[in-house]
Protein backbone atom coordinates (compact mmCIF):
# COMPACT_ATOMS: atom_id res chain seq x y z
CA UNK A 1 0.00 0.00 0.00
CA UNK A 2 2.57 2.53 0.80
CA UNK A 3 4.89 0.94 -1.98
CA UNK A 4 1.65 2.19 -3.97
CA UNK A 5 1.34 5.77 -2.82
CA UNK A 6 4.95 6.32 -3.31
CA UNK A 7 4.61 5.43 -7.12
CA UNK A 8 1.35 7.81 -7.26
CA UNK A 9 2.72 10.47 -5.57
CA UNK A 10 5.92 10.24 -7.67
CA UNK A 11 4.00 10.28 -10.97
CA UNK A 12 1.84 13.10 -9.92
CA UNK A 13 5.46 14.72 -9.10
CA UNK A 14 6.58 13.97 -12.89
CA UNK A 15 3.35 15.32 -14.28
CA UNK A 16 4.11 18.18 -12.19
CA UNK A 17 7.04 18.92 -13.47
CA UNK A 18 6.70 18.53 -17.19
CA UNK A 19 3.27 20.51 -16.95
CA UNK A 20 5.36 23.53 -15.37
CA UNK A 21 8.31 22.85 -17.88
CA UNK A 22 5.75 23.23 -20.97
CA UNK A 23 4.42 26.37 -19.31
CA UNK A 24 8.25 27.82 -19.14
CA UNK A 25 8.45 26.99 -22.99
CA UNK A 26 5.50 28.76 -23.51
CA UNK A 27 5.98 31.61 -21.83
CA UNK A 28 9.75 31.97 -23.13
CA UNK A 29 8.30 31.44 -27.10
CA UNK A 30 5.26 33.93 -26.40
CA UNK A 31 7.56 36.97 -25.11
CA UNK A 32 10.90 36.55 -26.72
CA UNK A 33 9.32 35.21 -30.04
CA UNK A 34 12.54 33.06 -31.05
CA UNK A 35 10.49 31.95 -34.17
CA UNK A 36 8.06 34.09 -36.87
CA UNK A 37 4.82 34.99 -34.99
CA UNK A 38 4.26 38.72 -36.78
CA UNK A 39 1.87 37.04 -39.47
CA UNK A 40 -0.73 35.86 -37.02
CA UNK A 41 -3.26 37.47 -35.04
CA UNK A 42 -3.42 37.45 -30.76
CA UNK A 43 -5.44 34.52 -30.49
CA UNK A 44 -3.46 32.84 -33.84
CA UNK A 45 -0.52 33.66 -31.90
CA UNK A 46 -1.88 31.97 -28.65
CA UNK A 47 -2.80 28.51 -29.95
CA UNK A 48 0.13 28.52 -32.02
CA UNK A 49 2.31 28.80 -29.40
CA UNK A 50 0.18 26.57 -26.83
CA UNK A 51 1.10 23.40 -29.42
CA UNK A 52 5.28 24.23 -28.65
CA UNK A 53 4.12 23.60 -24.72
CA UNK A 54 1.91 20.37 -26.16
CA UNK A 55 4.84 19.17 -28.07
CA UNK A 56 7.26 19.60 -24.99
CA UNK A 57 4.67 18.08 -22.23
CA UNK A 58 3.78 14.78 -25.09
CA UNK A 59 7.95 14.03 -25.28
CA UNK A 60 8.45 14.66 -22.03
CA UNK A 61 5.58 12.40 -20.61
CA UNK A 62 6.41 9.61 -23.36
CA UNK A 63 10.36 9.84 -22.55
CA UNK A 64 9.94 10.28 -18.83
CA UNK A 65 6.88 8.60 -17.34
CA UNK A 66 5.69 6.07 -19.69
CA UNK A 67 9.57 4.89 -21.30
CA UNK A 68 10.25 3.80 -17.38
CA UNK A 69 7.46 1.71 -17.03
CA UNK A 70 8.42 -0.43 -20.74
CA UNK A 71 12.32 -0.36 -19.75
CA UNK A 72 13.07 0.83 -16.07
CA UNK A 73 16.76 0.01 -16.73
CA UNK A 74 16.90 2.88 -19.01
CA UNK A 75 15.87 5.44 -16.48
CA UNK A 76 17.43 4.23 -12.79
CA UNK A 77 21.14 3.44 -12.94
CA UNK A 78 20.91 2.97 -9.16
CA UNK A 79 19.04 2.82 -6.37
CA UNK A 80 20.42 6.33 -5.31
CA UNK A 81 20.05 8.14 -8.93
CA UNK A 82 16.59 9.21 -10.42
CA UNK A 83 15.74 10.45 -13.84
CA UNK A 84 16.19 9.72 -17.31
CA UNK A 85 19.76 7.98 -18.89
CA UNK A 86 21.55 9.81 -20.91
CA UNK A 87 20.36 8.30 -23.78
CA UNK A 88 17.32 8.97 -23.09
CA UNK A 89 17.49 12.80 -22.33
CA UNK A 90 19.59 12.64 -26.20
CA UNK A 91 16.38 10.70 -27.53
CA UNK A 92 14.40 13.56 -25.75
CA UNK A 93 16.05 16.63 -27.15
CA UNK A 94 16.35 15.03 -30.89
CA UNK A 95 12.21 14.17 -30.62
CA UNK A 96 11.52 17.47 -29.78
CA UNK A 97 13.57 19.22 -32.11
CA UNK A 98 12.49 16.99 -34.54
CA UNK A 99 8.80 17.98 -34.00
CA UNK A 100 9.51 21.55 -33.18
CA UNK A 101 10.92 21.65 -36.75
CA UNK A 102 7.82 19.95 -38.53
CA UNK A 103 5.51 22.12 -36.41
CA UNK A 104 7.53 25.49 -38.03
CA UNK A 105 7.54 24.24 -41.63
CA UNK A 106 3.80 22.90 -41.51
CA UNK A 107 1.66 24.57 -39.05
CA UNK A 108 3.40 27.80 -38.61
CA UNK A 109 4.46 28.11 -42.70
CA UNK A 110 7.95 29.46 -41.97
CA UNK A 111 10.89 28.64 -43.94
CA UNK A 112 13.12 26.28 -42.00
CA UNK A 113 16.77 28.57 -42.00
CA UNK A 114 19.87 27.63 -40.20
CA UNK A 115 19.05 30.31 -37.81
CA UNK A 116 16.04 28.98 -36.84
CA UNK A 117 16.94 25.70 -36.63
CA UNK A 118 19.91 26.93 -34.17
CA UNK A 119 17.10 28.82 -32.20
CA UNK A 120 14.76 25.56 -32.10
CA UNK A 121 17.66 23.89 -30.56
CA UNK A 122 18.14 26.03 -27.91
CA UNK A 123 14.72 26.52 -26.90
CA UNK A 124 14.45 22.44 -27.11
CA UNK A 125 17.54 22.02 -25.03
CA UNK A 126 16.41 24.38 -21.75
CA UNK A 127 13.71 21.59 -20.43
CA UNK A 128 16.22 18.33 -20.87
CA UNK A 129 18.88 21.06 -18.45
CA UNK A 130 16.01 21.58 -16.35
CA UNK A 131 15.11 18.06 -16.15
CA UNK A 132 18.83 17.37 -15.68
CA UNK A 133 19.20 19.50 -12.58
CA UNK A 134 15.96 18.79 -11.28
CA UNK A 135 16.34 14.62 -11.02
CA UNK A 136 20.56 15.39 -10.13
CA UNK A 137 18.99 17.41 -7.46
CA UNK A 138 16.47 14.55 -6.32
CA UNK A 139 19.09 12.32 -6.65
CA UNK A 140 21.39 14.03 -4.31
CA UNK A 141 18.20 14.53 -1.79
CA UNK A 142 18.18 10.34 -1.81
CA UNK A 143 22.21 10.16 -1.34
CA UNK A 144 21.89 12.76 1.52
CA UNK A 145 18.69 10.35 3.23
CA UNK A 146 20.72 6.96 2.67
CA UNK A 147 24.33 8.32 3.96
CA UNK A 148 21.85 9.62 7.17
CA UNK A 149 20.34 6.50 7.45
CA UNK A 150 23.60 4.92 7.71
CA UNK A 151 24.84 7.20 10.10
CA UNK A 152 22.24 6.65 12.50
CA UNK A 153 22.80 2.98 11.89
CA UNK A 154 26.79 3.42 12.50
CA UNK A 155 25.88 5.57 15.70
CA UNK A 156 23.80 2.73 16.87
CA UNK A 157 26.41 0.43 16.97
CA UNK A 158 28.83 2.15 18.39
CA UNK A 159 26.41 2.77 21.13
CA UNK A 160 26.03 -1.23 21.53
CA UNK A 161 29.82 -0.81 21.38
CA UNK A 162 29.98 1.29 24.23
CA UNK A 163 27.41 -0.45 25.76
CA UNK A 164 29.34 -4.55 25.57
CA UNK A 165 32.14 -2.27 26.51
CA UNK A 166 30.70 -0.97 29.83
CA UNK A 167 30.56 -5.26 30.79
CA UNK A 168 34.29 -5.40 30.97
CA UNK A 169 36.17 -5.75 34.19
CA UNK A 170 38.24 -2.13 35.67
CA UNK A 171 40.68 -2.22 38.45
CA UNK A 172 41.61 0.20 40.11
CA UNK A 173 44.68 0.30 42.03
CA UNK A 174 45.74 2.73 44.93
CA UNK A 175 49.64 4.65 44.33
CA UNK A 176 51.48 2.07 46.28
CA UNK A 177 49.97 -0.99 44.72
CA UNK A 178 48.39 -2.27 48.06
CA UNK A 179 45.10 -1.83 47.51
CA UNK A 180 42.78 -2.10 44.68
CA UNK A 181 39.01 -2.08 43.79
CA UNK A 182 37.90 -4.54 40.98
CA UNK A 183 34.25 -3.92 39.41
CA UNK A 184 32.43 -3.22 35.82
CA UNK A 185 32.67 -0.21 34.00
CA UNK A 186 28.99 -0.15 33.97
CA UNK A 187 29.00 0.01 37.98
CA UNK A 188 31.25 3.05 38.50
CA UNK A 189 29.22 5.79 39.39
CA UNK A 190 31.71 8.48 40.51
CA UNK A 191 35.03 9.28 41.43
CA UNK A 192 35.44 12.32 43.58
CA UNK A 193 38.69 13.58 44.62
CA UNK A 194 39.60 14.03 48.62
CA UNK A 195 43.30 15.33 49.45
CA UNK A 196 45.17 12.96 48.92
CA UNK A 197 42.21 10.06 48.19
CA UNK A 198 39.62 9.84 45.90
CA UNK A 199 36.21 8.35 46.98
CA UNK A 200 34.85 5.79 44.53
CA UNK A 201 31.05 5.59 44.45
CA UNK A 202 29.68 2.26 42.35
CA UNK A 203 26.90 0.19 42.61
CA UNK A 204 26.75 -3.28 44.12
CA UNK A 205 23.95 -5.53 44.80
CA UNK A 206 21.85 -2.40 43.56
CA UNK A 207 22.83 -0.15 46.28
CA UNK A 208 25.82 2.60 46.12
CA UNK A 209 28.73 1.44 47.53
CA UNK A 210 31.91 3.92 48.54
CA UNK A 211 35.64 2.66 48.26
CA UNK A 212 38.25 5.15 49.34
CA UNK A 213 41.36 4.94 47.64
CA UNK A 214 45.01 6.46 48.21
CA UNK A 215 45.47 8.30 44.21
CA UNK A 216 44.81 11.18 42.54
CA UNK A 217 41.51 12.34 40.03
CA UNK A 218 44.19 13.14 37.31
CA UNK A 219 45.31 9.73 37.57
CA UNK A 220 41.99 8.18 37.05
CA UNK A 221 41.09 10.36 35.00
CA UNK A 222 43.65 9.25 32.52
CA UNK A 223 43.08 5.59 32.80
CA UNK A 224 39.77 6.18 31.78
CA UNK A 225 40.38 8.39 29.00
CA UNK A 226 39.28 6.33 26.41
CA UNK A 227 35.83 5.90 27.61
CA UNK A 228 33.74 8.49 26.37
CA UNK A 229 31.24 7.52 29.09
CA UNK A 230 33.27 9.11 31.84
CA UNK A 231 33.57 12.67 32.14
CA UNK A 232 35.34 15.27 33.92
CA UNK A 233 33.03 17.93 35.29
CA UNK A 234 34.60 19.50 38.09
CA UNK A 235 38.00 19.64 39.48
CA UNK A 236 36.49 17.63 41.86
CA UNK A 237 34.66 15.27 40.35
CA UNK A 238 34.55 12.79 37.23
CA UNK A 239 31.42 11.02 36.23
CA UNK A 240 29.65 8.38 34.65
CA UNK A 241 27.18 9.90 31.59
CA UNK A 242 24.96 6.83 32.17
CA UNK A 243 23.50 8.14 35.59
CA UNK A 244 22.74 11.64 34.84
CA UNK A 245 19.69 12.47 35.06
CA UNK A 246 19.46 15.48 34.43
CA UNK A 247 21.61 19.26 34.05
CA UNK A 248 20.26 21.45 36.96
CA UNK A 249 20.59 25.48 36.20
CA UNK A 250 20.59 27.74 39.76
CA UNK A 251 21.59 31.15 40.62
CA UNK A 252 24.91 29.44 42.01
CA UNK A 253 25.60 28.27 38.76
CA UNK A 254 24.98 24.13 36.97
CA UNK A 255 24.82 21.17 38.55
CA UNK A 256 23.85 17.11 38.05
CA UNK A 257 21.16 15.31 39.42
CA UNK A 258 22.32 11.62 39.57
CA UNK A 259 20.28 8.66 39.19
CA UNK A 260 21.53 7.01 42.22
CA UNK A 261 22.97 9.75 44.30
CA UNK A 262 21.43 11.78 46.28
CA UNK A 263 24.15 14.82 46.42
CA UNK A 264 23.65 17.02 42.99
CA UNK A 265 27.09 17.36 41.65
CA UNK A 266 28.65 20.88 40.82
CA UNK A 267 29.65 21.39 37.30
CA UNK A 268 32.83 24.45 36.23
CA UNK A 269 32.19 26.37 33.65
CA UNK A 270 35.04 24.83 32.69
CA UNK A 271 33.56 21.41 31.68
CA UNK A 272 29.72 22.75 31.06
CA UNK A 273 30.24 22.46 27.25
CA UNK A 274 31.92 18.89 27.35
CA UNK A 275 29.17 17.85 29.79
CA UNK A 276 26.49 19.15 27.80
CA UNK A 277 27.93 17.83 24.54
CA UNK A 278 27.98 14.19 26.58
CA UNK A 279 24.24 13.93 27.85
CA UNK A 280 22.83 14.83 24.08
CA UNK A 281 25.14 12.01 22.75
CA UNK A 282 24.19 9.41 25.18
CA UNK A 283 20.18 10.41 25.08
Known amino acids: MERETQIKDSFKNELLILFFISV????????FQPFPLDKLDYNERLLYVTGFG????????????????????????????????????IILLVLTVTSFAFYIRYVGKTYLSLYIMFKTLL??????????????NKSLERIIEILQIQNKLYLLKIKEYELSAED???????????????LK??????????????????LENDQVEKKLLRNTLKNIEEELAHRKSFIRCHRTSIINV?????????????????????????VSRKYLMQVKEAISSFE
Open 24 to 31: GVFLFILF
Open 54 to 89: GITFLWGYIVIVFTPVLSPKWYKKNKEENGPSFILS
Open 123 to 136: VCLLPVIILAILYK
Open 168 to 182: EKLDIYSDNKTDKLS
Open 185 to 202: YRNLVLIKSADNYIEIYF
Open 242 to 266: FYIDKLVKSYSGYSLKMSCFEDEIP
